[in-house]
């Protein structure tokens, strides 16, 4: 079973400074994905980047990027010149590649609240 | 327009009544998934949909009703809920490989009195 944990339920960072939030995971699974959604007031979850485990480089979106320790199996997220509109409720989630009927499910983490103060 | 639709967005009822949340994609998605998004929690995969079958019940009680008539359209029948079973119930979809791609609804607000 894969699990996904996220050990900071808020965190909050000033308007324009740097802000990391936390995920660790749990697989045994050697192809696999990592993802972080934003879901903001409007309850709609936002993919906001993505990770492949086979790639060593860490991803980045504009503002966005992340840390990835494959062996550590961490998976961090770091979001920078933070922006008011960046506040919302963060989840780490993961997939793999399971072939056959079943793929595609998506394990979640608890989420981390982040608030941007002005 | 976010590519998945849910409706209702909100919606109250009481523990006898029968009801049903609907989910459209027009993204030419292939999986089709419920979750369920209760407070301090993570959200828990309720169904999967894989080509209309239903490929995953992640042990959901009987009284939650997937249907799933054609790969565009997942309704989620209610009937005799219980309090706990008040949440956020988001409709997701993907192309259906794991590999991303996931796009979700805004939820319906479920209460159950």
């Known amino acids: 079973a894969q699990t996904v944990t996220q050990s900071q339920p808020e965190m909050s960072v000033q308007e324009a400074e740097t802000v990391t939030l936390s995920c660790t995971y749990d697989t045994s699974e050697s192809d696999y994905y990592l993802f972080w959604y934003k879901q903001p007031p409007s309850r709609q979850m936002i993919l906001v980047i993505r990770?492949?485990?086979?790639?060593?480089q860490n991803a980045t979106e504009n503002r966005f990027s992340v840390n990835f320790q494959k062996a550590a199996k961490s998976f961090s997220l770091k979001i920078s010149d933070s922006q008011l509109g960046d506040a919302a409720m963060y989840f780490c989630?993961?997939?793999?590649?399971?072939?056959?009927?079943?793929?595609?499910?998506?394990?979640f983490g608890q989420g981390t609240i982040l608030t941007v103060h002005p | 327009e976010t590519g998945v639709t849910q409706t209702p967005r909100h919606l109250v009822m009481g523990m006898t009544n029968k009801k049903s949340l609907k989910c459209e994609q027009h993204l030419g998605h292939n999986a089709m998934y419920w979750y369920k998004q209760s407070a301090k929690k993570p959200l828990e995969l309720m169904f999967v949909?894989?080509?209309?079958?239903?490929?995953e019940n992640n042990s959901v009680p009987s009284r939650f009703s997937p249907e799933c008539p054609n790969s565009s359209h997942l309704f989620l029948h209610l009937h005799t809920l219980q309090p706990e079973d008040s949440a956020l119930y988001l409709c997701?979809?993907?192309?259906?490989?794991?590999?991303?791609?996931?796009?979700f609804g805004s939820g319906t607000r479920l209460t159950v009195v």
């Open positions: 997701a979809s993907s192309p259906g490989q794991g590999l991303g791609g996931y796009t």
């Open positions: 989630a993961f997939t793999f590649n399971a072939g056959g009927t079943s793929y595609g499910k998506l394990t």
């Open positions: 990770q492949e485990a086979y790639k060593q």
């Open positions: 949909y894989n080509f209309k079958e239903q490929t």
